[in-house]
């Protein structure tokens, strides 16, 4: 069943279209990834889908038009994990406490003590309630991307967007992140950015290619990733097999050496 229907979508920065007339739907419970290169659109289609931005076009979420949407509804259905935010000057649990504002009234400051409990049990799960009494400021990259998630899932929302949300992790954080995103795929859809295109092919339901700004594809991982495509689409000669852990397409760069003489 489509969750979110994406009808004609345009949307750019003054006289910039990034995006021309795209077309997709999102489906209930699935880990719908978005890949393209650089300077595709993928960011800009997050900020629009996230209503932080103007577009032409329609986009429906359960057959409603998002742009009816009061600010504290569209926060009850969506919660970003952004590339770069800014960090307030507050600590770290504070920062965790605002996921829960979209639940309280204007004249409501505090949180009661089962939003309390539900914040540490979401840190204790990510493994993040050292950081509880530390400012944001002194936090690495890495650590406050995933205090970023920890506030997004804080905020109970019914679809997760996620621009890059591996970018500042090492390896063993990006797989506990993408493994964890496929637990609770049954209880919320997860619309995430990707670089990486194996991490795309391993975690993704489906897969969403944008390059300059138009739709090049959408479908599963196996039909969607194919060395011609990635090669059209990046610009890099590719080989894609299937991979030896779960039969997906993974993605093997040709270095340019192998392509001499």
Not at 47 to 76: D, H, N, P, Q, V
Not at 227 to 241: C, H, T
Request: charged share 25%.
């Amino acid at each position: 069943m489509s969750l979110l229907v994406v009808e004609r979508l345009s949307a750019g920065y003054g006289k910039r279209t990034v995006l021309h007339e795209i077309s997709f739907e999102v489906r209930e419970k699935e880990i719908f990834g978005i890949i393209g290169p650089n300077g595709s659109g993928k960011s800009t289609l997050m900020r629009t889908l996230a209503g932080a931005m103007g577009y032409r076009g329609e986009i429906f979420y359960r057959g409603e038009k998002l742009s009816t949407f009061s600010r504290r509804r569209m926060a009850k259905t969506m919660a970003v994990v952004s590339q770069s935010p800014s960090r307030p000057a507050m600590d770290v649990f504070s920062y965790l406490s605002m996921g829960r504002y979209p639940y309280h009234e204007v004249w409501e400051f505090g949180i009661s003590v089962e939003e309390k409990r539900h914040i540490l049990r979401r840190a204790e799960e990510f493994g993040i309630e050292g950081f509880l009494g530390r400012r944001l400021s002194e936090l690495s990259g890495g650590e406050f991307q995933m205090v970023q998630i920890v506030r997004a899932l804080i905020q109970e929302p019914e679809i997760l967007l996620m621009d890059e949300p591996t970018a500042h992790l090492d390896i063993r954080h990006q797989v506990r992140i993408l493994d964890w995103l496929e637990t609770i795929k049954e209880k919320l859809t997860v619309i995430i950015v990707l670089h990486d295109i194996n991490l795309a092919g391993l975690y993704c339901d489906r897969v969403m290619m944008l390059c300059e700004g138009w739709v090049e594809v959408v479908d599963v991982p196996e039909v969607a990733l194919t060395y011609e495509r990635i090669e059209r689409v990046f610009g890099v000669p590719v080989v894609v097999y299937p991979s030896p852990v779960d039969r997906r397409p993974h993605a093997y760069l040709v270095p340019g050496r192998l392509l001499k003489g």
